[in-house]
């Protein structure tokens, strides 16, 4: 499209061309919509002109057309609906195999780390045919992660994670917008999405420092001292955390939760919000002593935790009945 | 187009001796009114003022971004304008026009009463107004507020360093202006029509306002409790929405849109029982499908109050949700769908002239129609994740409220004028001025539509330069609005003096209010009407002759 | 204004008394619809947070206390006794009576707002108000088990119990300055069996502010209470 008026934006993931699909339909048809209303009342009005003699008719209605036009138009706008929904399902719901690449939002930059370490500010590099996922939190207010070329956005927020993914198709540079106001600077709190063959990226990847982010997280684990009750050999004060990720955790009060980022995150941030079951509520909270980024460091050493061997120390984190509702953490 | 023979009851007289707005000199006889006609009046010259300081604000808004880079206002005062843009014409303008001018004129006269049932609390209702725009114009006096108008949380609660709590008390005795309108719009629907008017007789004009008064009173009180809670944390740094304190952030946008998504049809619903009412006058006949478009305003009501997530689709909501809110608001698209149908049908077989009235009633069907499909695009759950919180928004509510509520309120405005002053206002210039604001709109609104869906996002100061050449045909457009909106300003202020004397009836319209003089006296009729005729039905209806309006 | 209420209080543009009284009684209970809204919000506001920070709640709500709470809910209970005698006094013509059931109400709606202010006072003390000053370090006593709760979740059920009972206080004030006027203008005769209007609509306001009380009592002091 001319780069002086564009009228459509690129198109550069497997989600793009089916949201154009389903807009190219809905532009159809709404089309069709407005020039059949138009039309009848331009004609209408015009051959019903007030002409000296002839009287209007006194018409009360027809419960026929009413219904007619109740209905027909419900049904075709299901459609809309059922075709929007299952292209919703499928942008909330990020493969299994999905790489996840951490976002820190804040007033008012984008700052990006990736699993191997790499660091970007404003800028993400991907590479194109493989899935990705965004893991994402702000430090300060709501803001949203929009990239247009990829038809894809989602609101980041303060004090939890939110989640995106997509996968690249072509390769280029594409626009990154914040799409919620937060202050100041919200039209500068933008950027670019780089999108590049898998060898070209694994070359950018390469000529990057640093230590892979679950590896900070190991460190920082140390350093904090929380190797010091969670441990994976003996039983510590604190559970083991071993294979928690995404498995379902009892606790104290008797609600089972699913280990998510969430909840390793607010565990950390506020450690009596919920107590695992036959545990006593004596941890810090590290409120105000990690970061985003170090947080972040940590949720993904947490993850990359393994299924700890059968008989060690690992069971107590296991409901004793299986569970009736395993919430999961919002 | 010829004129016929005038009817002698309609031949043209000179100004009742003594009515609504000669009764009485002082300014004390109107500051403490409590005429409805009077009130009506003084809602109007407030609500104008506000409209034209939003107006000042969006014309500001539109000057900056005919560049890409940010150069006519420093970023902070581009956000602060923004804001008060919409905070003054959703809460200032958009909600009370309607039903604050023209219902408050119109309700008690439709209904065949003397005026409304709590004559005093519709006086109080205009001061909680005055007061709220005096406290809202301190505000931006003081340095304005930067949050949107829509004050998300934790911005709007610690972020910004603006008078947030200021704007936000503005808002709530606004608020209480409103509920009481509304109020006062149900007890006199219930309790004060004339003998015979009943409920299926009614106006569809009151029909609009009383399912309006339903939303009002239930869905203002929510706002109202959202707007404390953000003060209260924003004084004692509570931590109800700010989860650094233990707060939740979306909780806050739940409540707001609580409230904030039937507050949207508070300001569609009266412009389309406008619509209603001057469709059935210029076609000389009656609604098609009466019960149907009636019902379709109570039922606009309800759903509305069902469909607040769809603001919401990427907030952070869970998926389920987001499927039940996208499956609702469907829904509430239908009965809108069912008054633009009827009201075209209602154009079969009619008789009809092209007064001005009539040419913004053609207008909000065409822009209505545009405005609602392009909801539907919003609602759809895939679409929504690319546009939402784009340009493709800013569209589409333009679209619904300056090409619905507003072009329903200017034709409402021309059509009552003589029944509100007396005179007749000039149709040549009214003709052109609906022609800027037609085309004006539509060059303004409609480039925005291609904006959101390229992915310009919406409160932007500054944008990419590919961009420019739609902004600048927009702003190209709103120039040519400014003027469809100055002209109606100054011809409906010159016939005042100048314009040609109106007869009780000119438009041989159906409804009460034609029973009266042209303008009514304080106490609108002379006796008490006796209703024997269903709405708009011309052959029945006593003194109305089938003939056209008197054409101009 | 000068259609004040002489007997008839008819207003001009009603067309008889009844419609007038019919018009005032839907008004006010469409007032009422407002009100119930308007609070509305802050429960839904509390029922979500007390769910996601139970324990931290509890906490907080064992804190109040049950004697003074349960004093003022007595309290509130027979102030409307005391309104539904003084309408039945009005419809009877019972002047003094009706004045004085008036005026007992007021003592009693004082009362309550007294109690409130010795609560609010001990909250004070312990740094129990929500700001700079806050610290909360008592636990959630879960039948015997004492459960350390985070300090900003307590901070949050205090928000909430300021924010609705504090509302509810000012509504209280607002019931009292209306009953005193409503005193007044009793025992100067303006209400007569074919004119009490007022008095009862007067009557549903200060219902809603007690039954709105009736459910803030239990929700905000008696979480989690056992003996």
Redesign the interface.
């Known amino acids: 499209m001319s780069?002086?008026?564009?009228?459509?934006?690129d198109q550069a993931s497997t989600m793009a061309g089916?949201?154009d699909a389903?807009?190219i339909y809905?532009l159809l048809v709404?089309g069709v919509?407005?020039a059949v209303?138009?039309l009848?009342?331009a004609v209408?009005?015009i051959k019903?002109?007030?002409?000296?003699g002839?009287?209007?008719?006194?018409?009360?209605?027809?419960t026929i057309?009413?219904l007619s036009?109740?209905i027909i138009?419900?049904f075709v706008?299901?459609t809309?609906?059922i075709?929007?929904?299952?292209?919703?399902?499928q942008?909330?719901?990020p493969p299994a195999d999905a790489t996840e690449v951490y976002v820190v939002a804040k007033?008012w930059m984008w700052k990006i780390e990736h699993m191997e370490g790499q660091r970007e500010i404003n800028e993400l590099h991907v590479p194109t045919g493989q899935n990705v996922k965004l893991i994402m939190t702000s430090q300060?207010?709501?803001h949203?992660f929009?990239i247009?070329?990829f038809?894809?956005?989602?609101?980041v927020?303060?004090?939890?994670y939110?989640t995106l993914w997509f996968k690249a198709t072509a390769p280029g540079r594409y626009?990154l917008?914040?799409?919620?106001?937060?202050?100041?600077?919200?039209?500068?709190m933008g950027g670019d999405i780089v999108v590049m063959e898998p060898q070209d990226y694994a070359q950018w990847m390469a000529g990057g420092p640093s230590a892979p982010l679950q590896e900070t997280g190991k460190q920082l684990f140390t350093t904090l001292g929380c190797a010091t009750c969670h441990r994976s050999d003996v039983q510590g004060r604190g559970p083991n955390l071993q294979g928690i990720y995404n498995k379902p955790v009892l606790l104290?009060?008797g609600r089972t939760v699913i280990a998510d980022e969430n909840y390793v995150r607010e565990s950390i941030l506020?450690p009596?919000?919920k107590?695992v079951s036959g545990f006593k509520?004596v941890m810090p909270?590290f409120?105000g002593i990690v970061s985003d980024e170090q947080l972040n460091a940590l949720v993904a050493y947490v993850k990359s935790l393994a299924q700890p061997p059968p008989g060690t120390a690992g069971l107590q984190n296991q409901p004793a009945a299986s569970p009736a509702q395993p919430e999961k953490v919002? | 187009m010829a004129s016929t023979a005038i009817p002698a009851n309609q031949a043209p007289a000179s100004t009742p001796k003594l009515n609504y707005l000669n009764n009485g000199h002082t300014l004390r006889s109107w500051l403490l009114t409590t005429d409805h006609k009077r009130i009506a009046l003084l809602y109007l010259i407030s609500v104008s003022v506000f409209f034209f300081l939003g107006g000042f604000f969006a014309m500001l808004i539109r000057l900056e971004l005919l560049t890409p880079e940010g150069d006519l206002l420093q970023a902070d005062t581009y956000n602060k304008v923004f804001t008060m843009h919409g905070m003054i014409m959703v809460f200032f303008f958009l909600i009370p026009v309607v039903p604050a001018v023209l219902g408050n004129f119109l309700v008690p006269l439709m209904v065949g009463a003397k005026d409304l049932a709590f004559p005093r609390i519709n006086l109080l209702s205009w001061y909680l107004y005055v007061i709220a725009g005096a406290l809202f114009l301190h505000c931006m006096i003081n340095g304005g507020v930067d949050t949107g108008w829509t004050f998300y949380t934790p911005y709007s609660t610690v972020g910004s360093n603006t008078n947030v709590i200021e704007a936000g008390l503005a808002v709530f005795i606004a608020g209480f202006s409103s509920i009481f309108t509304g109020l006062n719009f149900i007890v006199t629907v219930h309790r004060m029509r004339a003998p015979g008017l009943t409920w299926d007789r009614l106006p569809l004009f009151i029909w609009a306002n009383y399912a309006t008064a339903l939303i009002m009173i239930l869905g203002t009180p929510v706002v109202a409790i959202t707007i404390v809670l953000v003060a209260v944390e924003r004084l004692f740094h509570l931590g109800i929405f700010d989860p650094r304190l233990g707060g939740d952030p979306v909780l806050f946008q739940h409540l707001f849109w609580f409230y904030s998504h039937p507050a949207v049809y508070i300001m569609i619903l009266p412009s389309m029982g406008v619509i209603s009412e001057l469709i059935t006058c210029f076609s000389r006949k009656r609604v098609f499908g009466y019960k149907f478009v009636a019902l379709s305003s109570i039922a606009i009501a309800v759903i509305g109050f069902l469909v607040w997530a769809h603001h919401m689709f990427v907030a952070g909501i869970s998926l389920y949700a987001a499927m039940i809110f996208s499956f609702l608001t469907f829904f509430v698209g239908v009965p809108s769908a069912v008054k633009v149908f009827n009201w075209t049908a209602t154009l079969y077989r009619g008789s009809i002239t092209y007064a001005t009235p009539m040419l913004y009633a053609f207008g909000f069907i065409g822009l209505f129609t545009i405005g609602g499909l392009t909801g539907l695009f919003l609602a759809t759950l895939g679409i929504d994740v690319h546009v939402t919180d784009t340009y493709f928004v800013v569209a589409h509510f333009h679209y619904v409220m300056v090409g619905g509520v507003l072009m329903g309120y200017l034709g409402g405005m021309h059509f009552w004028w003589p029944k509100i002053s007396g005179r007749m206002y000039p149709e040549g210039w009214a003709k052109l001025s609906a022609l800027f604001v037609f085309v004006g709109f539509n060059l303004t609104f409609f480039p925005q539509f291609i904006l959101g869906y390229v992915g310009m996002p919406r409160r932007y100061w500054q944008y990419p330069a590919e961009f420019q050449v739609l902004n600048v045909l927009s702003t190209a457009g709103s120039s040519v609005l400014a003027v469809g909106y100055l002209l109606p300003m100054i011809y409906l202020l010159w016939s005042l003096k100048y314009g040609p004397i109106a007869t009780d009836n000119p438009w041989n319209a159906a409804g009460l209010e034609w029973k009266t003089s042209s303008p009514p006296p304080t106490f609108n009729f002379d006796e008490t009407p006796v209703v024997t005729w269903e709405a708009y039905n011309y052959d029945e209806i006593p003194d109305v002759p089938l003939e056209a309006p008197v054409a101009r | 204004m000068e259609h004040e209420a002489h007997n008839p209080a008819l207003l001009h543009h009603f067309a008889d008394a009844q419609q007038q009284k019919n018009a005032a009684s839907l008004g006010m209970w469409l007032f009422l619809v407002t009100e119930i809204m308007f609070f509305g919000g802050m429960f839904c506001a509390y029922l979500i947070y007390r769910v996601q920070h139970f324990n931290a709640f509890a906490a907080g709500s064992q804190q109040l206390s049950i004697a003074l709470g349960a004093f003022n809910t007595a309290v509130l209970i027979i102030s409307s006794v005391t309104v539904v005698l003084a309408v039945k006094a009005a419809e009877a013509g019972k002047r003094k009576v009706l004045v004085s059931y008036l005026v007992v109400t007021v003592l009693l709606g004082l009362t309550f707002l007294v109690v409130k202010g010795f609560e609010y006072r001990e909250k004070f003390e312990k740094h129990h108000v929500p700001g700079a000053s806050f610290n909360f370090t008592d636990t959630f006593d879960d039948n015997g088990k004492k459960i350390p709760v985070n300090s900003k979740e307590a901070e949050l059920f205090f928000s909430l119990y300021f924010a609705m009972t504090g509302m509810h206080a000012l509504h209280m004030i607002i019931g009292c300055g209306l009953f005193t006027g409503l005193a007044i203008l009793a025992w100067k005769g303006h209400y007569t069996p074919s004119y009490y209007t007022p008095i009862e609509n007067g009557g549903l306001y200060w219902h809603l502010v007690d039954i709105i009380w009736i459910y803030l009592f239990p929700l905000l002091y008696l979480i989690s209470r056992h003996s």
């Open positions: 780069k002086f008026l564009p009228l459509w934006p089916q949201v389903l807009y809905l709404s919509m407005t209303i138009f009848a009342v209408l009005a019903y002109r007030r002409v000296p002839r009287e209007a008719h006194q018409i009360e209605g027809s057309l009413e036009w109740s138009p419900f706008m299901l809309f609906f075709w929007g929904a299952v292209i919703y399902f942008e909330r719901t007033q300060d207010v709501i949203s929009f247009p070329a038809r894809i956005k989602q609101d927020l303060p004090g939890r939110t626009h917008f914040c799409a919620e106001y937060c202050g100041t600077n919200h039209s500068g104290e009060d506020n009596t919000a107590i509520p909270t409120q919002q």
